[in-house]
Nanobody, 115 residues
Framework: QVQLVQSGGGLVQAGGSLRLSCAASGRIFRFAAMYWYRQAPGKQRDLVASITTAGSTNYADSVKGRFTISRDNAKNTVYLQMNSLKPEDTAVYYC?????????WGQGTQVTVSS
């Protein structure tokens, strides 16, 4: 069983920065692709960023150049550095791990960007 525990998030003014963390239990972290999703009120959950086991990254067009996903396999942790935040980035952010056909989810973290 894999557990993902998120931290970070909160309230920030537009143009500010936040960093989200997601710590994984178990030994599969270094073998798992990791993802950050977000879900705004009344909207579907959308993929924000991903990172493979080899460290290759991909981003949604809406966050390219502003967000950076990274992973520290020694700490079993994935990060999402969010810069130049906009009010439209307001959402609950979820980390996810994909391993051997299974998806595991963090508990979600609220990010609110005020204008």
């Amino acid at each position: 069983q894999v557990q993902l525990v998120q931290s970070g998030g909160g309230l920030v003014q537009a143009g500010g920065s936040l960093r989200l963390s997601c710590a994984a239990s178990g030994r599969i972290f270094r073998f798992a692709a990791m993802y950050w999703y977000r879900q705004a009120p009344g909207k579907q959950r959308d993929l924000v960023a991903s990172i493979t086991t080899a460290g290759s990254t991909n981003y949604a067009d809406s966050v390219k150049g502003r967000f950076t996903i990274s992973r520290d396999n020694a700490k079993n942790t994935v990060y999402l550095q969010m810069n130049s935040l906009k009010p439209e980035d307001t959402a609950v952010y979820y980390c996810s791990a994909y391993y051997l056909g299974n998806n595991y989810w963090g508990q979600g973290t609220q990010v609110t960007v005020s204008s």
